[in-house]
């Protein structure tokens, strides 16, 4: 197998990585990342807890805005 060295800037590199699908892109930051796989379970442990806190006070956190679920984790670090 014959290894070809294509001379790339870095911004060339960074708009080839830009056109790559979702799944290609995550592909890459598995490369450039050999945690995200931890980084990524730990943040959907985190989902599934806010989630579990808001029902447990009978919010929908799904429902929420952007500016309420901030407003809802203010007052969950206030209460502690």
Do not use: C
């Amino acid at each position: 197998m014959a290894i070809i060295t294509l001379p790339l800037e870095e911004n060339q590199l960074i708009d080839l990585a830009r056109q790559l699908s979702p799944d290609g892109k995550r592909a890459l930051l598995r490369v450039l990342l050999p945690d995200l796989t931890s980084f990524e379970d730990l943040v959907e442990y985190g989902r599934e807890r806010i989630q579990a806190v808001a029902q447990a006070r009978n919010v929908q956190w799904l429902d929420l805005t952007e500016v309420e679920r901030e407003q809802f984790m203010e007052q969950l670090l206030h209460e502690l």
